[in-house]
């Protein structure tokens, strides 16, 4: 279709950054169907969060990945990115921040900033991106609009780097209804559309006060790649904000990457060049300063990368993230059960699709560590869920280590991260709360009580927080709200490792049988039930003691000619399994000990299979430790 560039003061670009669960997609939900982006008999009107798309949002209910749409109000066009609230997926903020020349930042008026709003709005700060306060859900009963406006004050106060920063506007919310004012309105919000309203309010605050994006289009074009999709028919989208310029169909560009380890310079012509209209790209012949474009023609995978003027070659600054805290190493499966129920077993097939994945996740850290071993780096323990959980519905079979925190050397000094903390709940578990945080070494910083409900604070090390998520839910029966994000570095100092329990390992390969699962229950809690298949070397269970034990849970009741009476022949009915998660199992696992993962099962099995190669193992350990402490002495 012909296409003539939109003057740039003609175009918002705003991004929408918040806490998880602040109300980011619902808003956008509003903004598509209130600007008539759909058509009234269309399925999109009566759905919900839109944006997230894929099987794993709508399953977490969270936003993984950036996604960005375009709305048409009174002559202009907006650029809406809709970015994740979850802390794991900052970088996915961070990349998709240098797109947008504004940003509305949703603050849940009962729950105020939280740990996620400080992170997002530091970033959106030092950017220069000029913000809008929308405090969203003010119809819940507990909400407390003054306190939070107060809080988000603070905010600003703590972060701004510019005095200009300090003069927001606010505006006032019901996300679920697609109402947003400019003062709070009377009445009884808790009353489902007690009061009128629309998004128009804040519309009309983007168009009039937000900036529009700098650049001139009489100048050579320059484009940073902040994204990246793929299509089979029309290939790779380099998809970002053009800086400066114009391009058009047919152009030649050429894409420059300083990244370390990736230098490249890549030449090409514009095969492509589309635009977001609502939900879909678009094709157009020509797109100037200001747009949000993708392009295609050059097969390149350098997110960060700048496309330019073949005659004008220079490249903008690398888009620079918070590094990841915590990594797994990932290995192709090696259990008896390989090849079971997977499609893609090998090592080659593995390595392709973490490439893949280096190439497409900014937030991700990927490297080959040989013999086909990967460390795969992230902000946290969920952010390595999701990619796990992708891997094995796409039908990969794979096995995991234990999760290790990665150091840092700053200023000459070994550092590890330190994360704030926030823990909102019931008054009921401040005891089970304050002692499972102490036991990981948590320092309280703050404590406040409002309308029975406890908010602690607290500074914890990265490495002690791996798996407290899943301990303090199951310990507050899922009534708590925890957050963390990463606060900073603190010298690092060796801890001894956090207590767990042992375990029950099968001693042989076959099916479990209820009549010995009945017996190995007394010993412990079991991670599988009868008829289910099991492997010499597969962790079945957590030990009541210590130390870990080999049991048989493949052992069958001897036959006798002896009549036996109806009480000998019934079998004590076997106790609940625990759910074997992948985030249980991240949290769970011991050095010696692997994730197996496939696309039906999540199993636990110790590294080495047999217990003639532990105790090996384990004597071998011993010989280096004597002599180690021999030398020490001499």
Not at 171 to 183: L, P, V
Not at 333 to 341: C, D, L
Request: hydrophobic share 35%; with cysteine.
């Amino acid at each position: 279709m012909e296409y003539s560039p939109i003057d740039k003061n003609n175009i918002r670009n705003i991004a929408i950054i918040a806490h998880v669960d602040h109300g980011k997609t619902t808003l956008v939900d509003a903004f598509m169907k209130q600007t008539h982006l759909f058509r009234d008999n269309q399925e999109e009107m009566q759905e919900t969060q839109i944006l997230d798309s894929s099987d794993l949002e709508r399953e977490k209910g969270i936003t993984i990945s950036a996604k960005n749409i375009s709305i048409r109000y009174k002559g202009y066009k907006i650029n809406i990115i809709d970015t994740p609230g979850h802390a794991d997926f900052g970088g996915e903020v961070e990349r998709t921040l240098n797109m947008a020349d504004g940003c509305l930042l949703l603050v849940d008026a009962k729950e105020g900033p939280m740990p996620q709003t400080k992170f997002v709005l530091k970033r959106a700060l030092e950017m220069g991106l000029k913000p809008v306060v929308v405090v969203n859900k003010i119809d819940k009963k507990l909400a407390n609009i003054s306190k939070t406006i107060s809080k988000v004050q603070d905010l600003f106060l703590a972060l701004a780097t510019d005095p200009e920063q300090l003069e927001f506007p606010v505006y006032y919310a019901i996300g679920r209804e697609g109402k947003i004012f400019k003062e709070i309105p009377a009445g009884d919000l808790t009353i489902p559309n007690s009061v009128p309203g629309d998004v128009t309010p804040i519309l009309d605050e983007i168009i009039a006060n937000m900036p529009a994006p700098k650049g001139e289009i009489s100048e050579p074009f320059q484009m940073q790649v902040t994204s990246l999709e793929y299509d089979s028919h029309t290939g790779r989208y380099l998809i970002g904000k053009i800086n400066r310029g114009s391009v058009k169909l047919d152009d030649p560009i050429i894409l420059i990457s300083n990244k370390p380890g990736k230098e490249e310079k890549v030449q090409g012509r514009v095969r492509g060049l589309f635009t977001k209209e609502g939900l879909a790209w678009e094709p157009i012949t020509s797109a100037g300063a200001g747009e949000i474009v993708a392009i295609t023609g050059i097969e390149s995978t350098a997110i960060g990368a700048t496309v330019c003027d073949i005659n004008k070659q220079e490249a903008l600054p690398d888009i620079t993230i918070t590094p990841p805290a915590v990594r797994v190493k990932f290995q192709a499966n090696t259990s008896p059960f390989v090849g079971k129920e997977g499609k893609f077993v090998t090592d080659k097939q593995l390595a392709q699709r973490l490439d893949q994945e280096r190439n497409l996740n900014i937030g991700l850290e990927i490297t080959n560590q040989g013999s086909n071993n990967y460390f795969v780096a992230g902000r946290g323990e969920l952010q390595l869920a999701i990619l796990v959980e992708q891997l094995r519905r796409e039908g990969y079979e794979l096995q995991l280590s234990k999760p290790e925190v990665i150091l840092q050397t700053i200023d000459g000094v070994l550092s590890e991260p330190v994360e704030e903390l926030t823990i909102d709940s019931p008054e009921e578990y401040m005891s089970v709360i304050t002692q499972e945080v102490s036991d990981r070494k948590g320092e309280l910083v703050n404590i406040e009580n409002e309308d029975g409900i406890n908010r602690f604070t607290y500074k914890i090390l990265t490495r002690n927080l791996i798996g407290l998520h899943r301990t303090l839910m199951n310990a507050t029966k899922g009534e708590s709200i925890i957050n963390s994000y990463i606060s900073g570095y603190i010298p690092y100092v060796q801890q001894p490792p956090l207590f767990r329990k042992g375990v029950l390992i099968s001693s042989e390969t076959g099916l479990a049988l209820g009549y010995s699962l009945t017996t190995i229950q007394d010993r412990g809690k079991l991670f599988i039930g009868a008829s289910e298949d099991v492997y010499e070397g597969m962790i079945i269970g957590i030990n009541n003691a210590e130390d870990d034990i080999l049991v048989n849970p493949c052992k069958a009741r001897h036959k006798t000619n002896v009549r036996m009476s109806h009480a000998e022949v019934t079998i004590v009915s076997l106790r609940a399994t625990i759910p074997l998660t992948l985030e249980y199992a991240l949290s769970f696992i011991g050095d010696d000990e692997l994730i197996e993962v496939t696309p039906k099962s999540i199993r636990l099995r110790k590294k080495l299979l047999t217990d003639t190669q532990r105790t090996w193992a384990k004597r071998k350990t011993l010989t280096v430790y004597a002599q180690q402490q021999m030398e020490n002495m001499a």
